[in-house]
């Protein structure tokens, strides 16, 4: 069954450091997603991503973060200078086209965690 | 603005015994809803979800869940638990006005613990 795959599942670093986290989407699917999950707090919407240019983002999604799709599988996430608050699960999240029903496909995560 | 409660951050129920995790929303316009599943190391697993109709929708894994408008919920129940549905449960809202930008609404979670 097709799914979602995250590089790394687990990244240590230094406050101020920049972190690329890395998904694979599944493979005919059009719109892809980030959120991020603080423990102990709600999963939260970071930001959505089609055909190239970002949806929408979120009051959290600001200048130290960006999205990318380099080539036709990966989609990152890039996080320019690391703070402390950004220590999180991160899911990466994808659908298809022609599924307009709010259900979207998650990745197992990769926890951030600065020091 | 959209908003998931789900009171129960931790239940802890006896193998055999029945479940029911709790779901409330708020929001102005009509929503979607959903339950997700995330088992240990694993990733966010769509459980069921309520679209429209029939208000009693069942998911995977023999789970159901009831959506009642009036009183805002989508409690999540399992007649009968097993040891492997120890996990972490989520519930979630989306508006469906917004095809094409899905942007789920999450609940904090609530850790269902079986005991043998």
């Known amino acids: 069954e097709p799914e979602v795959t995250q590089t790394p599942s687990h990244q240590v670093t230094q406050m101020g450091q920049e972190v690329i986290l890395r998904c694979v989407p599944i493979s005919n699917h059009l719109y892809f997603y980030w959120y991020r999950q603080i423990l102990g707090q709600k999963v939260e919407f970071l930001v959505s991503f089609y055909n190239n240019e970002i949806s929408e983002k979120s009051e959290i999604f600001d200048d130290q973060f960006s999205v990318e799709r380099p080539d036709g599988s990966n989609f990152t996430l890039k996080i320019r200078s690391t703070k402390l608050e950004d220590s999180a699960m991160y899911f990466c999240?994808?659908?298809?086209?022609?599924?307009?029903?709010?259900?979207?496909?998650f990745g197992e995560g990769s926890r951030l965690t600065v020091l | 603005a959209q908003s998931v409660t789900q009171l129960d951050s931790q239940v802890p129920v006896f193998e055999e015994a029945p479940v029911e995790l709790r779901c409330n929303y708020s929001?102005?316009?009509?929503?979607?809803l959903f339950w997700y599943v995330q088992y240990p190391n694993q990733g966010l697993q769509l459980l069921l979800k309520?679209?429209?109709?029939?208000?009693l929708v069942k998911g995977i894994n023999g789970f159901e869940a009831e959506f009642n408008k009036s009183q805002t919920s989508f409690h999540l129940r399992k007649p009968s638990v097993h040891i492997s549905d120890t996990a972490e449960y989520f519930c979630?809202?989306?508006?469906?006005?917004?095809?094409?930008?899905?942007?789920?609404?999450f609940g904090t979670g609530t850790r269902l613990t079986i005991i043998p």
């Open positions: 309520y679209l429209s109709g029939s208000t």
């Open positions: 979630a809202v989306s508006d469906p006005r917004w095809f094409g930008n899905e942007k789920l609404t």
């Open positions: 929001s102005s316009v009509s929503v979607y």
């Open positions: 999240a994808s659908r298809g086209l022609h599924q307009n029903t709010g259900e979207l496909f």
